[in-house]
C-alpha cells in the first residue's frame, strides 16, 4: 500500500504561481511514476504532469511552459512547480503515484483556485 499527502494549494490571482507538494509514505520501493492530474466539478480527471523514477517526464498540452513536475526520490516526494496560473487552472489537483504492478494510488487532492 501507498499513501500519498498533497500540500500547497489555495488561492491565487491570474499569472501567480504555486508549488503544490505530494509526500509519499508506505510501500514506496514499489513507486515507479508520481504525477499530477486535475478535476473540475462534473468533468473527467486528466492529467496534468507525470514523471518517471528515472525523471522522464510528460504534460499536457495546456500547462506546457508553465508548470514543472518534480521529484525528490531520497524523501519520497513529487512537486508541481504552477506559474503564470490561469483562471482555467481552477480544479482539485490530485497526486498519482503507480507501482512496478500498475497499481495506481490517490492523494485526497487539494483545491486550487485562480482568481480573474
Known amino acids: 500500500q501507498v499513501q500519498l499527502v498533497e500540500s500547497g494549494g489555495g488561492l491565487v490571482q491570474a499569472g501567480g504561481s504555486l508549488r503544490l507538494s505530494c509526500a509519499a509514505s508506505g510501500s514506496i520501493f514499489s513507486i515507479n511514476t508520481m504525477g499530477w492530474y486535475r478535476q473540475l466539478a462534473g468533468k473527467q480527471r486528466e492529467l496534468v504532469a507525470f514523471i518517471t523514477r528515472g525523471g522522464n517526464t510528460n504534460y499536457a498540452d495546456s500547462v506546457k511552459g508553465r508548470f514543472t513536475i518534480s521529484r525528490d526520490n531520497a524523501n519520497n516526494t513529487v512537486y508541481l512547480q504552477m506559474n503564470m496560473l490561469k483562471p482555467e487552472d481552477t480544479a482539485v489537483y490530485y497526486c498519482?503515484?503507480?507501482?512496478?504492478?500498475?497499481?495506481?494510488?490517490w492523494g485526497q487532492g487539494t483545491q486550487v483556485t485562480v482568481s480573474s
Open positions: 498519482n503515484a503507480i507501482t512496478m504492478i500498475l497499481a495506481h494510488y
